[in-house]
Every structure is written in C-alpha cells, then in structure tokens.
C-alpha cells in the first residue's frame, strides 16, 4: 500500500477571532442539518476526525464525521491554539509563547461556537474528546478569567453558565478526564510512594490505576526539561501530503527493500500500541497510518504542567491565576443535554471518576453514560470497533435531540430522556 497520506482538503476552512486576538482555524464539511463542533484531544489536531474512508481486507472504517456529515449534519472541525497543518492552523495571539488548557476554555472555544451559530443562525452540539472535553465542560461551567493571566483568578460565574448552556443543543464527552486519578494510587493520603506496590503497579494495564502518569506528574526534573524545551513536538512524524516517500525514486528492487522496511517499522509500531493499549481486536494499522500518524501535533509545557498538576491533585485544576480554580468543583453548573462515552479499559480517563465526578453531580434533565467495555483510551477516534459500536450510539443520540438545535427551539435544562437508560455498559 501507498505511504502517502490521504487528501483531508475537501473541508472548507473558516476562522474565529478569540477575545485575545488567536485566530481559531475549523473546517466546515457542510451539511443542511444541526450543526456539530468536533474538539480535539491533547498531541493530536482536528484531522484526527478527519481520517478518510478506509476500505481493505478484514476492515470497513467511517470517521464520526464523516457518519455525521452523511446524515445531514454541518459538521466544524476546531483546531485548538497552535494546532493544525497550513491552512487550518489557529495561530495564538502574537507575543505569545506558552498556554495552557484554561486558554482553550477561557478563549478558543467560546469564539468557536459564537462563529458557529452566527454563521448557521442555529445551537450547536459540541463533540469534546479527552482534553477537548475537559474544554468543553470547563466552558459549560461558567469559567471566567478576573484580571490579566498573572495576576488574574479563575471563577465560576452561574450567570455565564447558564447563558453557555442554553447556547448549544448538547454536548457529548467522549473519554473525558473530568478528575485526573484512579480507584487505586500508588500515593497514600501524605503523597508518600507506597514502595511496596511500585512494581506491581508498573506491570499493570487495567483501567483502575496509573502509576506510570502518578510517577512522571511528580518528576521535577521533567518538568525542568519540559520547561527549558517550551514543548515536545510530534509534528515531524505527519506524512507529507503529494509527496511521495524518499525511497521512491530509486531502482524499484532497492525501493521495494525499503517499503518493506517501513511496514516492518509500522508493524513494530502497531505491536508496542497494541501492547500499551491492552486489545488487539480495537486496533488496525492502516487507521493509525492514515488516522492517527498525519493528524500527531505538539504539545506545549503549559497544556503538560497543567495536566500534571490535575494529577498531583487528583482533580482538574487550573494553570493560570491564583488561587487554582479546581474546575471538578462546579460541575454542578452544567444543564445542558450531555451524553457522556466512556472506555472500560481507559487508563487515562477512568470511567468510574468520571461517573461519580461528573456524570452524577451535573444538573442536566437530560443525561445519559454509556461504559463501552473493551474499548481504551485514543479507540474511540480511530479504532474500527468504534465505528461498529459507538458511532451508531452517538448518531442515535444526536437525532433523537435534534429540534434542540433549529432557530427558535426554547432553551431549557434538557428534553426527557425519551426512554433511553441514563447509564449503561456496552
């Protein structure tokens, strides 16, 4: 099979100008239905999504959007600050060299779906994955930034809220963080390392612990390299578009030693994912070489200290302003109707926390928890399980709400259940 990457330019890109001035580039694939905003995770961009369709032996792949799209909705692909291939790449403010996930909830996400309901006259759903959920909810609470980032506080304003709410349709979260710990911890109370469960936690791969994230979260001298380096780039491993790879042009029994040589590289790649991942049935090579690869992007040291903060406290806590603003505590702000998908082998976002945290305390009529058992962190943007089992789930959800999103429909907390189970495993 061909190395090169597919052609994601068939979407057409648009951008909204965030209240301190970053230009936040989407891509609008159109459709004449309900409008949808896809928010992307951390170390990946919006083509994430985008993966093309993907037909090969033993495997029938649809991205969600392109599910979506299908069914006639006006699906928006964001990229967060600093994220995306030319020309959708959202440039932040000038002058500024460093952000943190509360600049995407302070900033990005709100010019996002203010552009998006000026242009289409109508609510949007929001589609939030891992920290583009972690975005989405700490929008929908209320988050205000009081003062200048340095100087400034973070606060939950209910007002702002509930004007927040009433401004989409819904909002799915999918493999959402909403506290960043686990059932069982390597750290007792004090913060002290239990030594005795270091190695066995070490070897671990269910979901109720990750001791590997507890570790680096504390390392000092990581977050000294983290901060002399500004940010670990991933971009250089992204497949350059109409080009073909360098091997190509030499003699054709010397450029088939080096394909072969790269899908044995691939393979290795596969292998060690499948490993790290826990299940072989949710992965396929040909979606991380036409999904995952061309879509890996940076990660800035503020996006990473925040994030190791939130371990160290076992919340989801801010980065910027002082005192921290711990988002887990406000969750109860949220009204809107929410659909909340879940791995049951996620061992980054543990589906129990994010029950007991979030699921249980927002304050939507209407809410349903679904617990796919099987599927682990990073399966539900490009595993061909998730095409199979969730997508269907989510498109169900989304039809069943979709008078939510037209001009004119009435704000409220949420539309009866219409006898779905408010929790469920798959």
């Keep these: 099979m061909s190395t090169r990457p597919a052609d994601r330019s068939s979407c057409e890109p648009q951008r909204a100008v965030a209240a301190d001035g970053?230009?936040?580039?989407?891509?609008?694939?159109?459709?004449?239905?309900?409008?949808?905003?896809?928010?992307?995770?951390?170390?990946?961009?919006?083509?994430?999504?985008?993966?093309?369709?993907?037909?090969?032996?033993?495997?029938?792949?649809?991205?969600?959007?392109?599910?979506?799209?299908?069914?006639?909705?006006?699906?928006?692909?964001?990229?967060?600050?600093?994220?995306?291939?030319?020309?959708?790449h959202s440039e932040p403010p000038a002058g500024q060299r460093d952000y943190c996930v509360d600049h995407f909830v302070l900033f990005d996400l709100p010019a996002v779906v203010d552009h998006v309901r000026r242009v289409t006259g109508r609510r949007p759903f929001v589609i939030g994955n891992s920290m583009g959920a972690m975005t989405t909810a700490g929008w929908l609470e209320g988050t205000r930034l009081l003062g200048e980032d340095a100087e400034g506080r973070l606060v939950a304003d209910a007002e702002a809220a509930r004007v927040?709410?009433?401004?989409?349709?819904?909002?799915?979260?999918?493999?959402?963080?909403?506290?960043?710990?686990?059932?069982?911890?390597?750290?007792?109370?004090?913060?002290?390392?239990?030594?005795?469960?270091?190695?066995?936690?070490?070897?671990?791969?269910?979901?109720?612990?990750?001791?590997?994230?507890?570790?680096?979260?504390?390392?000092?001298?990581?977050?000294?390299?983290?901060?002399?380096?500004?940010?670990?780039?991933?971009d250089w491993l992204r497949p350059r578009p109409d080009t073909q790879p360098w091997w190509a042009g030499l003699p054709r029994p010397v450029a088939e030693i080096f394909e072969r040589m790269n899908e044995a590289l691939l393979a290795g790649v596969s292998r060690f994912l499948v490993h790290h991942k826990g299940h072989v049935a949710n992965f396929h090579r040909e979606t991380l070489r036409q999904g995952l690869l061309p879509a890996v992007d940076h990660m800035k040291v503020g996006v990473l200290l925040q994030l190791a903060k939130s371990v160290r406290a076992r919340s989801f806590v801010s980065w910027l302003g002082h005192p921290d603003h711990d988002y887990t505590?406000?969750?109860?702000?949220?009204?809107?109707?929410?659909?909340v998908v879940m791995g049951g082998l996620d061992r980054i976002a543990n589906a129990d926390v994010t029950r007991d945290v979030f699921f249980q305390r927002i304050a939507s009529a209407d809410k349903t928890f679904y617990r796919f058992e099987g599927?682990?962190?990073?399966?539900?943007?490009?595993?061909?399980?998730?095409?199979?089992?969730?997508?269907?789930?989510?498109?169900?959800?989304?039809?069943?709400?979709?008078?939510?999103?037209?001009?004119g429909a009435a704000v409220g907390p949420g539309a009866p259940r219409e006898g779905a189970n408010p929790t469920a495993k798959v």
């Design 22 to 88: 970053a230009r936040i580039a989407l891509k609008r694939k159109h459709g004449e239905g309900c409008p949808v905003i896809f928010v992307h995770g951390l170390a990946v961009n919006a083509d994430l999504w985008d993966i093309p369709p993907i037909d090969a032996p033993g495997l029938r792949f649809r991205s969600l959007p392109a599910v979506l799209q299908k069914a006639g909705y006006d699906v928006w692909l964001m990229n967060l600050r600093g994220h995306g291939s030319p020309p959708t």
């Design 164 to 234: 927040r709410n009433g401004a989409v349709a819904g909002v799915v979260l999918v493999e959402f963080p909403a506290a960043l710990r686990w059932p069982r911890s390597l750290y007792d109370e004090r913060g002290n390392l239990r030594w005795n469960d270091l190695l066995s936690a070490w070897r671990a791969h269910d979901a109720d612990m990750n001791g590997s994230f507890e570790i680096l979260a504390r390392a000092g001298w990581l977050q000294a390299i983290l901060q002399a380096a500004g940010e670990v780039r991933l």
């Design 375 to 407: 599927l682990a962190h990073g399966d539900f943007e490009y595993a061909p399980a998730a095409c199979r089992r969730v997508y269907p789930v989510i498109r169900a959800w989304l039809d069943a709400r979709r008078a939510y999103c037209r001009r």
């Design 329 to 339: 505590r406000h969750y109860g702000n949220i009204t809107t109707r929410t659909l």
